[in-house]
T-cell receptor
Framework: DTGVSQDPRHKITKRGQNVTFRCDPISEHNRLYWYRQTLGQGPEFLTY????????KSRLLSDRFSAERPKGSFSTLEIQRTEQGDSAMYLC????????????FGQGTRLTVV | QKEVEQDPGPLSVPEGAIVSLNCTYSNSAFQYFMWYRQYSRKGPELLMY????GNKEDGRFTAQVDKSSKYISLFIRDSQPSDSATYLCAMSEMNNDMRFGAGTRLTVKP
């Protein structure tokens, strides 16, 4: 499978715990994006990387959220001190730099904070 | 006002009907326009991608962009029950993050 891969697919955690999600993009793609989607809404942009550089962060991304992309390959999204409002689907997408911005999504990680 | 507006529906049509899905937007800097299909509890799947204004056809799907009106459309011909899903419009400026509509939930009844 050469698509975008996300792990885990589902995560249930207690409020206050830290969680970390992983995304493996399509191998030749140098751009990687994180989005959050709640029920009945479209995905909301969180942050994106070009290679290992984090180029943009949404104001939605509180200081409890941090993302990394060491070596410009896979990326991790960590949420510290989770809150019930963090319950959502976390989506990762990747694309190639250049005029073509076709971005392909993974299957997402569904987070439930109890 | 949201940057991208999309009627959430739900929209229900009989099999074989022509479906029209639409989005409006406020940011005139958007140049790239996409339609994604999302099945329940799955990630969005890219259907159509268009740069600037014009039409693009791919099988039963046609995407239209009218930048002067800030309006984009997706038409589905000969709709099938397997087309039942949520359809998300998305758009972006030069190679940066996409802004999505809320999605329109479509049901095609046999």
């Amino acid at each position: 499978d050469t698509g975008v891969s996300q792990d885990p697919r589902h995560k249930i955690t207690k409020r206050g715990q830290n969680v970390t999600f992983r995304c493996d993009p399509i191998s030749e793609h140098n751009r990687l994006y994180w989005y959050r989607q709640t029920l009945g809404q479209g995905p909301e942009f969180l942050t994106y990387f070009q290679n290992e550089a984090q180029l943009e962060k949404s104001r939605l991304l509180s200081d409890r959220f941090s993302a990394e992309r060491p070596k410009g390959s896979f990326s991790t999204l960590e949420i510290q001190r989770t809150e019930q409002g963090d319950s959502a689907m976390y989506l990762c997408a990747s694309s190639q730099q250049g005029g073509n911005t076709e971005a392909f999504f993974g299957q997402g990680t569904r987070l439930t904070v109890v | 006002q949201k940057e991208v507006e999309q009627d959430p529906g739900p929209l229900s049509v009989p099999e074989g009907a022509i479906v029209s899905l639409n989005c409006t937007y406020s940011n005139s800097a958007f140049q790239y326009f996409m339609w994604y299909r999302q099945y329940s509890r799955k990630g969005p799947e890219l259907l159509m991608y268009t740069y600037s204004s014009g039409n693009k056809e791919d099988g039963r799907f046609t995407a239209q962009v009218d930048k002067s009106s800030k309006y984009i459309s997706l038409f589905i011909r000969d709709s099938q029950p397997s087309d039942s899903a949520t359809y998300l419009c998305a758009m972006s400026e030069m190679n940066n993050d996409m802004r999505f509509g809320a999605g329109t939930r479509l049901t095609v009844k046999p």
